[in-house]
């Protein structure tokens, strides 16, 4: 099983950036993707952003296709989400998942 912890969250301005980490634990080395997921109150969780560790694929939802980047170490260990041009509506608890394992998440909030 992998245990995950995320870090990196806090507050930015509007355009401003922040660095997400993902930091796995465990049986790192089965990881098939890693995928960050954020959530407001009241709202599901929806998707932001994944990682195909085998190939380097990554995948974005269209909210923050162009500016945000996922990455990650070739040990699977800690995958990253730097997020750019950042917009009041990018404020929410960011959340890493991967092989069905959930960090507990990290509040970014982005002031206009």
Request: charged share 15%; with cysteine.
């Amino acid at each position: 099983q992998v245990q995950l912890v995320e870090s990196g969250g806090g507050l930015a301005q509007t355009g401003g950036s922040l660095r997400l980490s993902c930091a796995a634990s465990g049986r790192t080395v089965r990881q098939y993707a890693t995928q960050w997921f954020r959530q407001t109150p009241g709202n599901e969780r929806e998707f932001v952003a994944g990682i195909m560790w085998s190939t380097g694929f990554t995948w974005y939802s269209k909210a923050v296709q162009d500016r945000f980047i996922i990455s990650g170490d070739n040990a699977k260990t800690t995958a990253y989400l730097q997020m750019n041009a950042l917009q009041p509506a990018d404020t929410a608890v960011y959340y890493c998942s991967s092989e069905n394992a959930w960090g507990r998440g990290t509040q970014v909030t982005v002031s206009s």
